[in-house]
């Protein structure tokens, strides 16, 4: 459970397989810091790889970083990774 798609997704699959995960609105914040890039969905090596290179490594930093900048190096797919790294309500 959690305030939007993308993060009711990041939840299910935080604890598996028996793990029931809970995120309340004041708890996002908090839980995003220190999640690691490769755990928002669509992720894979590559897109990991360029985070990485770029000194990304958590949804934390993901969400302090320049849009420009990741707009920049991954397109329209660096500002929707923006997006889910400050739990943006227009996530899905």
Do not use: H, W, Y
Not at 2 to 7: C, M, Q
Not at 22 to 27: A, E, L, Q, S, T
Not at 62 to 83: E, I, M, Q, V
């Amino acid at each position: 459970m959690a305030p939007n798609l993308f993060l009711a997704k990041v939840a299910s699959d935080f604890k598996k397989p028996d793990g029931l995960t809970v995120i309340r609105p004041r708890d996002v914040q908090s839980f995003l810091e220190d999640l690691p890039v490769r755990k928002i969905p669509g992720v894979g090596p590559v897109t990991e790889k360029t985070l990485l290179g770029m000194g990304i490594e958590t949804c934390g930093k993901l969400a302090r970083t320049d849009r420009g900048l990741l707009s920049r190096a991954l397109g329209r797919t660096g500002l929707f990774l923006n997006d889910c790294a400050r739990a943006a309500t227009n996530v899905r």
